[in-house]
């Protein structure tokens, strides 16, 4: 089935066509590590790894090459590591092992390529003599600017003329500029901060130059997808297509844009209880503290709860009801321990779904419709109807990155062998007890359960039961 992806730049779903099926190439523009990362930083690694998932699934695992950035030089780094004594290595090591921790948390597959941009200035500073060499860029008082004026299809992808993005960017007012709106490739670094060596002086190297270096240098151009979230479409994005584009002289050609991405794929923002989060606000929600209470597939499910492409708001409702989902297909799954059965093709249902620009709620629709068909070979003690829907449900649910857990293990939680024993033989007890309709007995039964910070849930073939985050 053919794959459709919305085109930020083309404004539609397209034919997903790369250009070479033996090496797909994706970037995404990954962490700043200065700090724990926050929710809304989250929703872009995990969409892109389902895409991932799918892509090696149609490709082959080995066709796929996956890209995600880590921005280690900040000004934010910078000063962080300058309050506390320390070389920006050690803030940046700090706060990127805690990144993939929590990735990790959420199922998300490492990328085959992480390229930090400290690695990479030496790539940095031969993509700014080439954009220098094509007429493109221009050495100013130990700054390096990129002329926007030189590139005629500036601002195509967020589809804003230049001046409306100008009213709505912070632009940086300075005498060396030509014009207002031109941006920094290579700037000087302040007195105690990191500096590289350069044609134009020790600096560091402006935010957009990085990704568009590093995408090169690690892939190799056209890349076939470049992602990210919504908000890095201007500037970020808009001045990477410039900055790779006019590199090579492709400034006045044709479909330039092509030459550095072929498809532009964005999700959208994350609120919290329908507020952008904000530290003026008190409302940053930082990941690393929520995967500390609460399964991180419960977070994976809730961010892929609505399609990447819309606003989420994140509040206490969707994470409830995206644990109750979970707890729904890990009891199917629980009760069908018996059944063998191993990860198959998912359901044509969720092939449609999932290749219609990733449509994750048509998708997670269909693992629902998985879980009743186990629930009723259930049953009917069906044996086979239970492995063939089981199959299914777990292939689905590898594309999606959720399903991973063991069941026993996802409802214990952190209950020891002791507990696990107590809380088997209450159950058995309240079987009996509602079996002989004796409810006050059922009952005391259940404010044991309630006491121990055991939740039990009564299926169509049994109850289940998970511990209280």
Known sequence: ??????????????????????????????????????????RPPVVFDVLVRLLRRTYGADAVVY???????????????????????????????????????????????????????DAIVKQIEAIIAAGSAYAAEGHVLFDVSSYPSYGALSGRNLDDMIAGARVEVAPYKKNPHDFVLWKPSKEGEPAWPSPWGEGRPGWHI???????????????????????????????????????????????????????????FLTV????????????????????????????????SAHYRQPLDWNQSLLDQSRKNLDRLYGALGRAK??????????????????????????????????????????????????????????????????????????SGGADDALKAEVEALLAERVQARTDKNWPEADRIRDRLTALNVVVMDGPTGATWRMKE
């Open 338 to 411: 018996a059944v063998e059965a191993a990860p198959g093709e998912p359901p044509a249902e969720f092939i449609a779904a999932i290749h219609d620009d990733l449509n994750t709620p048509g998708a997670i629709a269909s693992l629902f419709a998985l879980s009743s068909e186990i629930e009723r070979g259930m049953t009917a003690g069906d044996h086979a109807a239970v492995a063939a829907a089981k199959s299914a449900l777990l292939g689905a649910a590898s594309i999606l990155g959720v399903l991973l857990s063991d069941p026993d293990a996802w409802f």
């Open 67 to 121: 890209a995600r950035n880590v921005t280690d030089v900040d000004d934010k780094i910078n000063q962080k590591a300058a309050r506390e004594g320390v070389p920006i290595g050690e803030v940046t090591a700090r706060y990127e092992a805690a990144y993939l921790a929590d990735m990790a948390a959420l199922n998300v597959t490492p990328p085959d390529i992480a390229p930090h941009v400290t690695d990479h200035m």
């Open 1 to 42: 089935m053919t794959l459709f992806l919305h085109d930020t730049l083309r404004r539609e779903k397209r034919a997903f066509e790369p250009r070479d099926p033996k090496r797909v190439t994706l970037y995404v523009c990954g962490p700043t590590v200065y700090d724990f990362a926050h929710i809304g930083n989250a």
């Open 273 to 304: 209880d329908a507020e952008k989060m904000s530290k003026s606000i008190g409302n940053v929600l930082l990941l690393h503290d929520l995967v500390q209470h609460m399964p991180g597939e419960v977070v994976r499910w809730a961010l892929l």
């Open 210 to 268: 990085e990704c568009s270096a590093m995408i090169e240098q690690v892939l190799g151009l056209p890349i076939d997808i470049h992602g990210g979230g919504i908000d890095l479409v201007f500037p970020h994005h808009e001045n990477e297509i410039a900055q790779g584009v006019c590199a090579h002289g492709h400034a006045h050609a044709d479909h330039a844009h092509e030459e550095y991405a072929r498809y532009w794929m964005h999700n959208g």
